[in-house]
Nanobody, 120 residues
Framework: VQLQASGGGLVQAGGSLRLSCAAS????????MGWYRQAPGKQRELVAD???????RYVDSVKGRFTISRDNAKNTVSLQMNSLKLEDTAVYYC???????????????WGQGTLVTVSS
């Protein structure tokens, strides 16, 4: 199983970016999918996640600005980031709780990270 993230880049403060992440490989089902970020010198933090049923949660600092969504048929999760701030600069990682087969328990998988840089 692999998670491939894309969509990072350089953007001015106030701008928008959309991150996408696709899960591929031997997948029976996916439960939660989410996005984390890690800024220089800081710990990795949860940005947003979404269950297979569509329930979402966000870290307070991005509420009202970021929107997480997923396409269960395509095994993808996206993060629409609007009104970006300097403090949103970080490497963003997607993750997913995946069941590879009916008889195998759920495991967490991570994407490779994509850099988002917000400039003034």
């Amino acid at each position: 199983v692999q998670l491939q993230a894309s969509g990072g880049g350089l953007v001015q403060a106030g701008g928008s970016l959309r991150l996408s992440c696709a899960a591929s490989g031997s997948i029976f089902s996916i439960n939660a999918m989410g996005w984390y970020r890690q800024a220089p010198g800081k710990q990795r933090e949860l940005v947003a996640d979404i269950t297979s049923g569509g329930s979402t949660r966000y870290v307070d600092s991005v509420k009202g600005r970021f929107t997480i969504s997923r396409d269960n048929a395509k095994n993808t999760v996206s993060l629409q980031m609007n009104s970006l701030k300097l403090e949103d600069t970080a490497v963003y990682y997607c993750n997913a709780e995946i069941k590879r087969a009916l008889t195998i328990g759920r495991e967490w998988y991570w994407g490779q990270g994509t850099l988002v840089t917000v400039s003034s």
